[in-house]
């Protein structure tokens, strides 16, 4: 049982609450929903926390964005095709601070997704990205972004005008910032088209967040010729934050209320914003080049060779 249907359950036992007016038998159940949602919604796989990443009524950026600034002012379009509605973007105050904020937005329902085009992006989203990094490094704001893309749009149109380039010269221009860049991935971070808003000296992670090269069906459907081994694929790619801080891809996994953080949106805004502050005030002694260098070394540092053991494997040594 996935963690969709659990959560189908708990709901179920949340209605019957509704219909009764026996102040027993509501207490009854309300027991009964606690100890089924510490015991049935914990310890989760891979492919749950894939499925809580893609959750319909998981926050937004935007909605972290309303709660944890004030005075979001909101720039658009990259100045030389158009506006690119996947990309939030705009300049905010955090604790009195000015900060420019980037973000790929979804819609919360079928037309808001088809207007934002499901959070993925075109080359000219890229672009106003960068052009509004761009105007953070010339006024010395810090960069915040939030992640939440299956990955960039793999249209016709976009690469006819440099999908590829545009993600490219994302990751080329944020290694020399020399501002702090703190990324926040909330919900799904695929491929290339996180990365070209992740290239940050701190990077954190929603706790049920997920960060991989491709989605687990794709990675299926390559390996194994079969989109429906998604759910092993999962456990294999070590795409959760607890893999990922353990890999040192990220730095610090922000906690979720048990079942995800649609359970308790305010208390997830609350705890992002305090990790975020946290991180901010840490890079505060860090002269600008000391964050450009760090920021390199921490990407020139990831991954690591290793020669395997193919008899120890069961495999042959080609």
């Known amino acids: 049982m996935n963690i969709l249907e659990k959560e189908r359950k708990l709901r179920e036992l949340a209605a019957k609450i509704e219909e009764l ?22 310890n989760l796989t891979a492919w749950d926390r894939v499925l809580l990443a893609r959750h319909q009524q998981r926050p937004t950026s935007r909605d972290f964005i309303d709660y944890i600034f004030d005075d979001f002012y909101e720039l658009h379009g990259d100045h030389l095709y158009r506006d690119d509605l996947s990309i939030l973007g705009g300049i905010a ?11 790929q937005q979804k819609g919360k329902n079928l037309d808001e997704n088809l207007e934002r085009n499901f959070a993925m992006p075109h080359p000219e989203g890229y672009r106003k990205a960068l052009r509004l990094m761009k105007q953070a490094e010339k006024f010395n704001r810090p960069i915040i972004t939030f992640i939440d893309t299956p990955g960039a749009y793999p249209g016709l149109g976009a690469e006819e005008r440099g999908q590829g380039e545009a993600i490219a010269r994302n990751l080329l221009e944020m290694s020399g910032f020399t501002v702090p860049i703190i990324a926040v991935i909330i919900g799904e971070g695929g491929s290339g088209g996180a990365l070209a808003l992740g290239v940050a000296n701190k990077v954190l992670m929603l706790e049920n967040a997920i960060y991989s090269i491709l989605s687990p069906e794709g990675y299926a459907s390559i390996l194994w010729k079969d989109s429906s081994l998604a759910s092993k694929a999962a456990e294999v790619m070590k795409l959760t934050s607890y893999d990922l801080e353990e890999f040192g891809i990220i730095d610090r996994i922000v906690a979720e209320p ?60 080609r």
């Open 21 to 42: 007016d026996n102040p027993e038998m509501i207490r009854s159940l309300k027991d009964e929903m606690e100890k089924y949602k510490k015991s049935a919604m914990t």
């Open 93 to 103: 105050m955090l604790n009195g601070r000015a900060v420019t904020v980037v973000a």
């Open 258 to 317: 048990i079942g995800g953080a649609h359970f308790d949106p305010e208390l997830t805004y609350e705890y992002t914003k305090v990790a975020i502050v946290e991180e901010l005030d840490a890079l505060r002694h860090m002269s600008n080049i000391d964050l450009r260098d760090a920021r390199i070394k921490k990407y020139r540092d990831m991954g690591f060779f290793q020669r395997f053991n193919y008899e120890n494997l069961g495999g042959v040594k």
